[in-house]
Protein backbone atom coordinates (compact mmCIF):
# COMPACT_ATOMS: atom_id res chain seq x y z
CA UNK A 1 0.00 0.00 0.00
CA UNK A 2 1.41 3.83 -0.32
CA UNK A 3 0.14 6.64 1.44
CA UNK A 4 -0.41 10.11 0.06
CA UNK A 5 0.06 13.09 2.29
CA UNK A 6 -3.67 14.58 0.95
CA UNK A 7 -4.98 11.78 2.96
CA UNK A 8 -2.88 13.41 6.40
CA UNK A 9 -4.52 13.60 9.53
CA UNK A 10 -1.76 14.57 11.74
CA UNK A 11 1.37 15.22 12.21
CA UNK A 12 3.51 14.45 15.04
CA UNK A 13 7.00 14.30 16.13
CA UNK A 14 7.40 10.79 15.60
CA UNK A 15 4.85 10.07 12.85
CA UNK A 16 2.30 10.87 11.14
CA UNK A 17 -1.30 9.87 11.20
CA UNK A 18 -2.70 8.65 7.70
CA UNK A 19 -6.54 7.83 7.07
CA UNK A 20 -7.48 6.83 2.60
CA UNK A 21 -10.42 8.33 1.82
CA UNK A 22 -13.41 5.92 2.54
CA UNK A 23 -10.89 3.94 4.55
CA UNK A 24 -12.48 2.92 8.55
CA UNK A 25 -8.72 2.86 9.30
CA UNK A 26 -5.47 5.30 9.61
CA UNK A 27 -2.28 4.20 9.34
CA UNK A 28 0.14 5.98 11.85
CA UNK A 29 3.49 6.08 10.10
CA UNK A 30 6.81 6.78 12.07
CA UNK A 31 8.94 9.66 10.41
CA UNK A 32 12.65 9.78 10.08
CA UNK A 33 14.15 11.92 13.00
CA UNK A 34 17.43 13.90 12.18
CA UNK A 35 18.86 13.11 15.86
CA UNK A 36 17.89 9.65 15.44
CA UNK A 37 19.99 8.58 12.39
CA UNK A 38 19.86 5.06 13.34
CA UNK A 39 15.95 4.72 14.07
CA UNK A 40 16.39 3.36 17.33
CA UNK A 41 14.03 6.01 19.61
CA UNK A 42 11.53 5.44 17.00
CA UNK A 43 11.88 1.69 16.63
CA UNK A 44 11.51 2.12 20.84
CA UNK A 45 8.65 3.91 20.93
CA UNK A 46 6.49 1.99 17.94
CA UNK A 47 7.31 -1.56 19.95
CA UNK A 48 5.63 0.27 23.15
CA UNK A 49 2.49 1.55 21.73
CA UNK A 50 2.18 -1.41 18.89
CA UNK A 51 2.70 -3.87 22.52
CA UNK A 52 0.01 -1.40 24.12
CA UNK A 53 -2.54 -1.91 21.15
CA UNK A 54 -2.28 -5.75 21.79
CA UNK A 55 -2.44 -6.25 25.17
CA UNK A 56 -5.27 -3.74 25.45
CA UNK A 57 -7.15 -5.22 22.49
CA UNK A 58 -6.31 -8.63 23.98
CA UNK A 59 -8.25 -7.84 27.67
CA UNK A 60 -12.04 -8.25 27.01
CA UNK A 61 -13.00 -5.94 29.91
CA UNK A 62 -10.82 -2.93 28.10
CA UNK A 63 -10.74 -3.62 24.15
CA UNK A 64 -13.63 -1.42 23.57
CA UNK A 65 -11.23 1.53 25.20
CA UNK A 66 -9.31 1.72 22.30
CA UNK A 67 -9.19 1.63 18.62
CA UNK A 68 -9.27 -2.22 17.29
CA UNK A 69 -5.82 -2.98 16.33
CA UNK A 70 -4.96 -4.11 12.70
CA UNK A 71 -1.42 -4.98 13.31
CA UNK A 72 1.78 -3.53 11.34
CA UNK A 73 1.08 -2.28 7.94
CA UNK A 74 2.98 -3.04 5.41
CA UNK A 75 3.75 0.50 3.72
CA UNK A 76 5.28 0.74 0.07
CA UNK A 77 5.72 4.25 -0.32
CA UNK A 78 4.23 7.71 0.89
CA UNK A 79 3.34 10.64 -2.38
CA UNK A 80 2.66 13.95 -2.24
CA UNK A 81 -0.34 15.81 -3.69
CA UNK A 82 1.74 16.22 -6.97
CA UNK A 83 2.74 12.39 -6.60
CA UNK A 84 6.37 13.70 -5.61
CA UNK A 85 7.64 10.21 -3.75
CA UNK A 86 7.91 11.36 0.06
CA UNK A 87 9.30 8.26 1.29
CA UNK A 88 12.69 9.03 2.08
CA UNK A 89 11.22 10.85 5.36
CA UNK A 90 9.42 7.90 7.22
CA UNK A 91 10.40 4.46 7.92
CA UNK A 92 7.92 2.49 5.63
CA UNK A 93 8.28 -1.09 8.08
CA UNK A 94 7.44 1.17 11.10
CA UNK A 95 4.01 1.32 10.53
CA UNK A 96 0.45 0.36 12.46
CA UNK A 97 -3.59 0.30 11.44
CA UNK A 98 -6.05 1.08 14.01
CA UNK A 99 -9.92 1.42 13.54
CA UNK A 100 -10.84 5.23 12.70
CA UNK A 101 -12.22 6.92 15.50
CA UNK A 102 -14.40 10.05 15.28
CA UNK A 103 -15.83 12.73 17.47
CA UNK A 104 -14.18 15.62 19.58
CA UNK A 105 -11.12 14.60 20.89
CA UNK A 106 -10.05 15.74 24.34
CA UNK A 107 -6.88 15.31 26.43
CA UNK A 108 -6.49 11.91 28.13
CA UNK A 109 -6.79 12.68 31.40
CA UNK A 110 -10.59 13.98 31.16
CA UNK A 111 -11.07 10.30 31.38
CA UNK A 112 -10.14 10.51 35.11
CA UNK A 113 -13.75 13.08 35.99
CA UNK A 114 -15.60 9.77 35.48
CA UNK A 115 -15.57 6.59 37.45
CA UNK A 116 -15.25 4.39 34.61
CA UNK A 117 -12.68 6.47 33.12
CA UNK A 118 -10.66 5.98 37.23
CA UNK A 119 -11.42 2.56 36.73
CA UNK A 120 -9.85 2.14 33.25
CA UNK A 121 -7.08 3.82 34.13
CA UNK A 122 -6.12 1.35 37.51
CA UNK A 123 -7.22 -1.72 34.79
CA UNK A 124 -4.53 -0.13 32.07
CA UNK A 125 -1.75 -0.57 34.53
CA UNK A 126 -2.13 -3.71 35.97
CA UNK A 127 -2.18 -4.49 32.28
CA UNK A 128 1.37 -2.96 31.78
CA UNK A 129 0.06 -0.10 30.06
CA UNK A 130 1.09 3.09 31.82
CA UNK A 131 1.44 5.70 29.60
CA UNK A 132 -1.64 7.11 28.61
CA UNK A 133 -2.20 10.49 29.95
CA UNK A 134 -0.40 12.07 27.45
CA UNK A 135 -2.77 10.73 24.65
CA UNK A 136 -5.97 11.92 23.56
CA UNK A 137 -9.80 10.54 24.49
CA UNK A 138 -12.76 10.74 22.39
CA UNK A 139 -15.84 10.66 25.04
CA UNK A 140 -19.13 8.83 23.94
CA UNK A 141 -21.81 11.50 23.69
CA UNK A 142 -23.44 10.86 27.13
CA UNK A 143 -19.72 10.97 28.66
CA UNK A 144 -20.52 7.04 29.54
CA UNK A 145 -17.27 5.93 27.75
CA UNK A 146 -14.44 7.11 25.90
CA UNK A 147 -11.79 5.26 23.37
CA UNK A 148 -8.28 6.13 23.79
CA UNK A 149 -5.59 6.82 21.77
CA UNK A 150 -1.39 7.37 21.59
CA UNK A 151 -1.22 4.36 24.13
CA UNK A 152 2.25 2.79 25.32
CA UNK A 153 4.33 0.58 27.91
CA UNK A 154 6.77 2.61 27.88
CA UNK A 155 7.31 6.35 28.24
CA UNK A 156 8.08 7.94 24.72
CA UNK A 157 9.96 10.81 26.36
CA UNK A 158 12.40 8.66 28.14
CA UNK A 159 12.73 6.64 25.06
CA UNK A 160 13.92 9.63 22.87
CA UNK A 161 16.12 10.67 25.73
CA UNK A 162 17.80 7.19 26.28
CA UNK A 163 18.28 6.68 22.15
CA UNK A 164 19.67 10.20 21.60
CA UNK A 165 22.38 10.23 24.40
CA UNK A 166 23.20 6.68 23.07
CA UNK A 167 27.21 6.38 22.60
Same mark, same amino acid.
Given at each position: ?76 ? !? ?49 ? !? ?16 ? !? ?20
Amino acid at each position: MRLNKVDLLHSGTPADVFRPAGSDRIYKLFKRLPKDSGGRAVQAVFDAETEAYRIVNACPETASSVPRYFGQASIRG !VDTADGTDASRGYHLHLCYSLSFVDGQELPAAAILEHHWGRALADRLDELG !VEYWIDGSVFLAPDKSSG !VLIDIATADARALYHQAFTAS
